[in-house]
Every structure is written in C-alpha cells, then in structure tokens.
C-alpha cells in the first residue's frame, strides 16, 4: 500500500487521472458513441433506461439493444465454445451480443471493468461493512428471532422483495465464522456442504480435518495482516474474480467479434490511488464507490448517482422456471446423471425442486451444472 492520502487529493487526482486517460484514447471530436444492452420483459434486468438517460445528458450518439432467451439460444453454443473451460458466467452471453454490435459502429470500445473492485461497488462488500453493525444486536435477537424467520421465508430473483428476502439469506452466512470464512460465504456459488456431496466420490469420503481447498484460496488472496478489511477483500477481487471472471469474460467475447476493448479505471495510476486511500472513502452510509458518485455528482443526474447497485446479470433464474427449463430437462434429467457417474444425482434433484417451487434460488448452481454438461458433451 502506498502512502494514505486525503479526501480532497484523491478527488482532484482521480479525476484528472480519468480525464485524461479518456482523453488519451479518444482521437476525435465527433460525439462519442455509447452502446447499451438490456433483456426484453425482464425490468428487474435491465439498465438500458439508466444507460439512456446519460446519453441524453451528454449528447451521445448512442445505440440499445434488447434481447430475449431466443437471441440466448442463438449464440450459446458459439460463446461457450470460445472458452477453454467450462465458463458459466451468463453474462458472458449479452457481453457477446453487445461485443458483435458495437463492432459494427467502432473498432475500438471503452468498458467500466475494475470500477467495483478498486471503489467497492459490489453488494458483497457491504457485508463486511454491515457485519459489526449486526454483531452489536444481541444473539438472542439475531440468531434466535431474525435469523430463523428469514430462513424459513421463499427467495428469488424474480421479484424485488423475494431478492431481498435471498439477499439477506446470503449476509447471514456471511456472518459466520472468521473473516476469511465470511468472505467465502459471500462469494461463493456453491456452499461448501453442498460441494462437499455433489460429486459421487466426495461426501462422507471428505477428510473433515482438511481444509475447504475454495477456503484455502480464499486465504492465500486476502492480506490477513491488513487492518482494513475492505481493502484486503477489494485487493483479493482485483488479483482473482477481475481478471479471472470480468476481464477474462469481456477480452474473449469482444475478440471473438474483432472489437478491442479498453478499461480506464484499470489505468496504473487509477489503481495506485484506489489502494493508497481507505476504504472509508469508498464505502460511506451504506454506499459503495461513494468517492466515485460523490466526484462526478455535479455532471450527472441525481436520480443516476443515488440508484441501487444492480450489475450486469442475465435473467438465468427467470427462464430456467420458463422458456429455458427444457435446458434442465436435457442436460440434469436423472438417466443421464446417473450415467455419466460424476454427481450425485440427489444433490442435483434438490437444486432442481428448491429453485422451481420458489423454496431458494439454485440458478447459478444449475447454470453451472449445465453450462459443464454441455462442455462435456463436446469434448468427452
């Protein structure tokens, strides 16, 4: 960590430091072209609204797109056949679409990447954040009343309150056990009794005396000796889920389509000032990247820089209930598990019940377990 600065200093400095960035990668006065992409009767997914209003402010020449699970379905296999894993980030399928037509207007686009992880813009940050809160509100009340109702309530990301009620189940856990465990908690897809039994041969076989290998991870990433927390979870995402998920997600999808894309915030510089300040000035009043939104307030409207975290999701949750079920049907049906002999086929039937009948969302897991079986049928 380099020497801590103030306030002010890191307003001027980051400020400038994009400016000129932008600049530098900008070579004409022409009006910037934008690109936006959103999902069809999916409003809980889609920022394109958000998008169009900052276009507006700024005169831009911008360019929506919307799609639908048919637009998913058409370019699927091509984008999980570009991977060289197993690669089940379903975002990676609108940043495909997005990527081939942009390339039809610019050869060279600029992306937001690294905004979350250097200015804690991610929800999971807030819960290291909110955690001594908690902690200050007696057991009995937290455990014994709070924590059991939320528990027995249904969640989902199909509404807002039942995304709540799921958001809430996910800090509690995240509120368990030492600091590398609670980080774990909030990032991680699987929880660990459910990789424990999902692969035929692990389970009851599992050493309990051996360590978690995702926990052992976990801890080798995070600056244990660090006093501020936020910052060693910000420095572990930028060392593994940026350039592991993000960057690798968008390098692949926008070179598949021949479009090169640039990230400012990623700009040496920018990261130097990001770690040389406390997290204190990006995570304030329950806010993430608040030096961000408190920097360019005056040039953005005020509804844009108070609005709820959303990212950049796919309604996966949606249309594996819907148009995509037949997805679960070809890929988790019960013969075929069996068969193929790598996992539990019990597991996998819970997941499948839990998330149609509204119980929990298993989305991710299930994306997962399907976006492998489709790389396995491929080259195995």
Known sequence: MSEVVSWEDVHKEKTQ?????????????QPVKTFSIGFKDAELFDETHYAREVADCFKTDHHEFKLTYRDM???LPDVLATFDEPFADSSAIPTYIVSRETRKYVTVALSGDGGDELFAGYRSYLG??????????????????FERLIQTLPDSRDSK??????????????????FPERVLAL????????????????GSNENPLLEDPALSRVKKLLDLNCN????????????DSLPGDMLTKVDWMSMKNSLEVRVPFLDHRVVELAFSMQSAFKLRKGRGKYILKETFKDILPSRLVDRPKAGFEVPISQWLKTDLNFLIEQNLAEDRIREQGIFNYEIIKKLIHDHMSNRTDTSWMLWNLIVFQHWSDKYF
């Open 73 to 75: 379905l058409d370019v």
């Open 17 to 29: 430091i994009l400016f000129n960035r932008v600049k530098r990668i900008r070579n004409s006065n």
């Open 128 to 145: 290291e954040y909110w955690y001594k809160r908690y902690m200050f509100i007696p057991a009995f009340i937290r455990e014994g009343f």
């Open 228 to 239: 501020d927390r936020i910052n060693s979870i910000l420095y572990a995402d930028l060392k």
């Open 187 to 202: 990032k991680e897809i699987f929880p660990r009794d459910i990789r424990r039994n999902l692969l035929c041969r692990s």
């Open 161 to 178: 309150y039942l995304e709540y009620i799921r958001r809430l189940k996910k800090f509690i856990k995240g509120t368990k056990g030492s």
